[in-house]
């Protein structure tokens, strides 16, 4: 019998909770799942017990922050045309800001530390 895989506290994930969402909502969160470096469980569950989602930089990080950054850059020129902006595409460029924020305040400090 395979043993049980318990989570950091030691607990043993047995519930399960589903719930539906909309296609641009689903779109939006597996944005801000990438960008956290997350599983989206992990960020799921973060999220809705209000703990705070810490970004650790690290390559799947930053390809992530680079891959959403394009796509901002590409519907900035589309709203710079006429578009008009959505309510998604504000979320994600909140959420890049705040990691880019919190990268600039974890480089300021390990560069004082040298």
Request: hydrophobic share 40%; net charge positive.
């Amino acid at each position: 019998m395979s043993q049980k895989k318990l989570d950091a506290h030691g607990r043993f994930r047995s519930v399960s909770a589903s719930f539906r969402v909309s296609p641009e909502e689903n779109d939006l969160l597996n944005r801000l799942v990438a960008l956290s470096g997350l599983t989206k469980r992990e960020y799921i569950a973060r999220r809705l017990l209000n703990r705070d989602i810490i970004v650790q930089g690290n390559p799947k990080v930053y390809k992530a922050l680079k891959n959403q950054l394009a796509e901002v850059l590409e519907e900035l020129r589309r709203i710079e045309s006429g578009g008009t902006v959505n309510d998604e595409l504000l979320a994600l460029i909140a959420q890049i800001a705040e990691i880019m924020k919190g990268m600039k305040v974890e480089s300021e400090w390990t560069s004082t530390k040298k």
